[in-house]
């Protein structure tokens, strides 16, 4: 049995629809996923519904945009039950949408300002079928630029180390964890390669379920790092492909090329079973 419990769908900064991620799911061996959006989640139950009837598990799942002393930390919160439908959690869903469309805004005018990148508000919602997020400028500025490619966008322009970078949420690291407890959620760091240097250690601290050890983007002796951290503070450890299906993009991976199985898969399902309420 395996799981690939970190992917997108066009919920948020994916290229296909969730009937098609799940069905690419499926084709790849996937025994289990979890379709973790940035800070929404889709249709669930129809997610859930399909993949029954392909053979395939789908797990409620969310990838919430923190901040801790200013610098992103994404968090995964995969759902025990419904309550991804509880009224606070649709109107946090709402807010974020609103945010993000005015930080979109704001990269729109840094990219003029900084880097005389001319794209419209416009170009980029066109790109959105649900919340924006940077993918979607980036696509519109390679429309409108065509030197630039995927990869290019983020290392030069729209990164989080660039001039035209703007954080996408004010939510603290410690609200966005107790927000996922207070719903119900399996709570798991995402990605922990990815921490900026001088808060990594002081993110790694604090209290979650498990941590996302195997990663596509890890480097040489992190996953064993990772996880002996998570086995010795009693917390599980899973992995996911973070897939966009996005061309040129070498910052995800594909489904598949990252999962879990055996005890890893077994310890995460049986936390999910639990229930914390």
Known sequence: MKADLHMHTTYSDGRLDP????????????????ITDHDTVGDVDAMVEYGHQIGIEVIPGIELST??????VHVLGYFRDDSY???????YYKDIKTKREKRAKRIIAKLKDYHNIYITYDEVYQNAQGIIARPHIAK??????????????????IGDHCKAYEPSVELPLS?????????????VLAHPTLLKPHIKEAVLTHDYD???ATYYR???????????????????????SDFHGIKNDSKHGDIGD????????????????KSRL
């Open 175 to 187: 609200d966005g964890i107790q927000l996922l407890r207070k719903f119900n959620c399996v709570v």
């Open 210 to 212: 498990g941590l996302e």
């Open 258 to 273: 990252i999962y879990i199985e055996g005890d890893d898969l077994d310890a995460f399902l049986n936390l999910l079973k």
């Open 67 to 72: 901040l801790y002393q200013g610098k992103s």
């Open 218 to 240: 890890n480097k040489d002796g992190e996953e064993a790092f990772f996880t002996e951290l998570a086995t010795s503070r009693g917390m599980i450890i899973t992995g996911g």
């Open 85 to 91: 439908h509880h009224p606070t959690m649709l109107a």
């Open 140 to 157: 519109a500025i390679i429309d409108r630029y065509p030197d630039y490619n995927h990869d290019r966008v983020f290392d030069e322009l």
């Open 19 to 34: 009937k098609t991620v799940i069905k690419r799911a499926q084709q790849a061996g996937m025994d289990y996923i979890a």
